[in-house]
């Protein structure tokens, strides 16, 4: 089967820095997906990994080990705007992209 | 604006009903997905069409269908409408359909009374 693991709920300081897991058990992998969502909104891109390593983009920065089935997204400088929903999904192969329940982020002052 | 349009943005409807959601992909994608996203269930694969045909399927209902034009617009079909089909819908699409980025729609809410 295929399972995506992230945590339900998160809160962070603005300004702060905040790390996002996820944890996922599929049949086969050809890369790992993080996509921001606020409510009500449609998904859009944030990273792709697909070696094992870290992947920076300005102030998001995505981690992939392949050996552990792991990866997490790291945002700092936090932002108001930045709360939204954090969604983790992987392309197995057999299926485009499963995803992630997704992880909401509150951001406070 | 990520280029890919859906029609329409609300839909309310009956049980029993069906109804007809619209997609077109960004300009050059020819690759379209459709998803489901309710509130405890986050975002479920539907079904995927890539230059018209189908490529790949999700945990679609025999009561939904779809299918892709030649002119690579797609519509998701969902009849014998139930309370639980409320959702939104998204639509996406990308480039090659291989473990390439999608770009998504902004959604469709389908809601069953």
């Known amino acids: 089967g295929q399972n995506i693991d992230q945590p339900t709920e998160m809160t962070a300081t603005e300004g702060a820095i905040v790390q996002i897991n996820c944890t996922y058990q599929t049949s086969g992998f050809n890369g790992l997906f993080w996509y921001q969502q606020h409510a009500g909104e449609a998904p859009t891109f944030l990273s792709y990994n697909v070696l094992d390593g870290l992947e920076e983009k300005g102030r998001f920065s995505s981690f992939l080990s392949r050996s552990k089935g792991y990866s997490y997204l790291l945002l700092k400088e936090l932002q108001m705007k930045d709360s939204a929903s954090y969604l983790c999904a992987v392309n197995s192969g057999n299926t485009p992209l499963v995803f992630g329940k997704g992880t909401r982020l509150s951001v406070i002052a | 604006d990520s280029g890919v349009t859906q029609t329409p943005k609300h839909l309310i409807t009956a049980t029993g009903q069906r109804v007809t959601l619209r997609c077109s992909p960004r300009?050059?994608?020819?690759?379209v997905y459709w998803y489901q996203q309710s509130l405890d269930q986050g975002l479920q694969f539907l079904i995927q069409y890539y230059n018209g045909e189908e490529r790949a399927k999700g945990n679609i209902l025999e009561r939904f269908s779809a299918q892709q034009f030649p002119d690579l617009h797609s519509e998701l079909n969902l009849s014998s409408l139930e309370l639980g089909d409320s959702a939104l819908y998204f639509c996406a699409s990308s480039v090659a359909g291989l473990a390439d980025e999608q770009y998504f729609g902004p959604g469709t809410r389908l809601t069953v009374t």
């Open positions: 300009s050059g994608d020819l690759s």
